[in-house]
């Protein structure tokens, strides 16, 4: 087990301090990710419109190509799509596929990621933790879009779980809560 979480499931927290992590966009997390604000996150908004521009332009050079060539799977940002009458790319366009490749390469990680502020005073508790990834799921926030029905939000009662990395636990200012 890493340093940078030293909990054990079970465990309770409360903010000290407003804090700012990076939370993955999962099965587990997708509950929560729109009423978290995670859509509006910026950073997020330009990975994925870069993504689709890149997206388009490789299916235009593969569309202008000379040639049939085998079924190409691509994906879109939703699903994969395949391309059947995917033709050779010309010379030039071989190597800006390459350059468009290395790009959404790097892109594919923040495509699935965005950033959330819980505020001072959010409760936590701790669901699971390994050697890479903490989750845990908030208790009790001031956080307008993580309120539950019962305290005059609009979730319906149930889990508010995230899925982070754990070394972003170093940057949060918290105490353990009494249960």
Request: with cysteine; hydrophobic share 35%; net charge positive.
């Amino acid at each position: 087990m890493s340093d940078a979480h030293p909990f054990q499931v079970g465990s309770q927290i409360s903010l000290l301090e407003d804090w700012t992590f990076s939370v993955e966009k999962s099965r587990i997390s997708d509950r929560i990710w729109d009423a978290a604000g995670c859509g509006s996150d910026p950073d997020y908004i330009a990975a994925n419109a870069r993504w689709r521009e890149l997206i388009a332009e490789k299916h235009a050079i593969l569309e202008r190509g000379a040639g049939p060539k085998a079924p190409v799977e691509l994906w879109d940002g939703d699903r994969y799509i395949t391309k059947i009458l995917a033709k050779e790319p010309g010379p030039g366009d071989k190597k800006r596929m390459k350059v468009v490749d290395q790009e959404l390469d790097a892109l594919w990680q923040p495509i699935f990621r965005s950033k959330v502020t819980l505020p001072a005073g959010t409760l936590m508790e701790i669901v699971l933790v390994n050697s890479e990834f903490v989750r845990f799921n908030v208790t009790s926030t001031t956080h307008p879009g993580l309120q539950t029905k019962k305290d005059g939000g609009s979730l319906s009662n149930g889990k508010r779980v995230f899925l982070i990395r754990g070394n972003q636990f170093g940057h949060a200012k918290y105490q353990a809560a009494k249960p």
